[in-house]
């Protein structure tokens, strides 16, 4: 497909490694449009739908939930997802802003193992903030992950926030013994 030349200098705005799919996704959004050339145009909305980035350089806060690998087998994550789309709870410091969930992630199981790669993953991708969700910090009706802080300081370390709940307040919900200690 041809490109104008104002909209390859759209492309080379983004980053390096993500620029061939950026192609791809900028053309294929200009053939939904019905056009048989990319113009600056679709190069911006392509941007914006995609990266969440708007011309001049303004960009939505991007955000992503970890969550418990074990009661991911049981919970489909839809009071975290929930919970984002309509500011709720942890979410509600956002209210106002643009924001795009883009990372949706287990940990990995017990160690939280798999974390920091994908964590380390979502930052190339310019995450700002990781949510850990509420299954990871409650002790009701789940156990209370033993690995949080570790979990929590391998994100810090990447310079990625984390905030701690998603659609509880943990406080209200975090009380009490873990199960494997004893009195």
Avoid: Q
Avoid at 42 to 51: E, G, H, I, N, T
Avoid at 166 to 175: I, N, R
């Amino acid at each position: 497909m041809k490109w104008d030349d104002d909209a390859e200098e759209v492309l080379r705005e983004v980053p390096g490694f993500v620029r061939p799919l950026a192609r791809k996704a900028v053309e294929k959004l200009a053939r939904e449009e019905g056009l048989d050339r990319v113009t600056r145009e679709v190069a911006l909305r392509a941007k914006a739908k995609y990266l969440g980035i708007e011309e001049g350089g303004r960009r939505k806060k991007r955000i992503a939930i970890v969550r418990c690998d074990i009661v991911s087998e049981v919970c489909p994550g839809i009071g975290c997802l929930l919970a984002y789309e309509n500011r709720k709870e942890l979410f509600k410091r956002y209210e106002g802003e643009e924001t795009s969930l883009v990372g949706f992630f287990t940990c990995g199981g017990c160690s939280g193992r798999r974390t920091f790669r994908l964590a380390n993953t979502l930052k190339r991708y310019g995450v700002d903030v990781i949510h850990m969700s509420s299954c990871m910090l409650m002790e009701e009706p789940f156990n209370r992950c033993i690995f949080k802080e570790d979990i929590k300081r391998s994100i810090e370390a990447l310079g990625i926030e984390v905030v701690e709940g998603t659609h509880h307040e943990v406080g209200k919900f975090a009380l009490g013994k873990r199960f494997h200690e004893r009195d």
